[in-house]
T-cell receptor, first 113, second 111 residues
Framework: SQTIHQWPATLVQPVGSPLSLECTVE??????LYWYRQAAGRGLQLLFY??????ISSEVPQNLSASRPQDRQFILSSKKLLLSDSGFYLC????????????FGSGTQLSVL | QKEVEQNSGPLSVPEGAIASLNCTYS??????FFWYRQYSGKSPELIMS??SNGDKEDGRFTAQLNKASQYVSLLIRDSQPSDSATYLC???????????WGLGTSLAVNP
């Protein structure tokens, strides 16, 4: 069966510090991978998605970046965090077949202070 | 712009009642529809998917899809306090790798 791992569960970072969140998927190959952010009381905002190694699509301009160094690894980064980067970050995967279901990791609650 | 509309609630129902959650979407090319449940502080969990017009039942959950009216709903029978959560609907088009999300409906089931 497929599993998705995301860590850490919570993170408190000062403004201006760097960020690295990692996500790995097991039990499947060549998945589509996604990073979402959910601000308090708001909907899911798609940040990045990837259809293969090194292929990243950015959905919103911001100080975040994503990378996919391996087929089942997806990394979200920032060089300098802003207060507005606080939120619940979710990694998700989906098979490459169209109309397939999306499955989420457990999420990272990021607080930028 | 493609979008999904949901009543934000909160929707409050007594324990044992039927909870009805609704979602309308803007794009007629939509092919896949999903309902997710999200408990506070947790990640969304897929509970139903539906692709064809009509009803799809899974335990206490029934998803209903009407493509002509661009409407999808979720019925929860015999609601339990453990069903209290935010319910998100999402849809996708076959040629699009992204899902379009509603903002969610908050459901409270009162004992």
């Amino acid at each position: 069966s497929q599993t998705i791992h995301q860590w850490p569960a919570t993170l408190v970072q000062p403004v201006g510090s760097p960020l690295s969140l990692e996500c790995t998927v097991e039990g499947t190959s060549n998945p589509n991978l996604y990073w979402y952010r959910q601000a308090a009381g708001r909907g899911l905002q798609l940040l990045f998605y990837s259809v293969g190694i090194g292929q990243i699509s950015s959905e919103v301009p911001q100080n975040l970046s994503a990378s996919r160094p391996q087929d089942r690894q997806f990394i979200l980064s920032s060089k300098k965090l802003l207060l507005s980067d606080s939120g619940f970050y979710l990694c998700a995967w989906r098979r490459t077949d169209f109309n397939e279901k999306l499955f989420f990791g457990s999420g990272t609650q990021l607080s930028v202070l | 712009q493609k979008e999904v509309e949901q009543n934000s609630g909160p929707l409050s129902v007594p324990e044992g009642a039927i909870a009805s959650l609704n979602c309308t979407y803007s794009d007629r090319v939509s092919q896949s529809f999903f309902w997710y449940r999200q408990y506070s502080g947790k990640s969304p969990e897929l509970i139903m998917s539906i692709y064809s017009n009509g009803d799809k039942e899974d335990g206490r959950f029934t998803a209903q899809l009407n493509k002509a009216s661009q409407y999808v709903s979720l019925l929860i029978r015999d609601s339990q306090p453990s069903d209290s959560a935010t319910y998100l609907c999402a849809w996708g088009a076959g040629n699009n790798r992204k899902l379009i999300w509603g903002l969610g409906t908050s459901l409270a089931v009162n004992p």
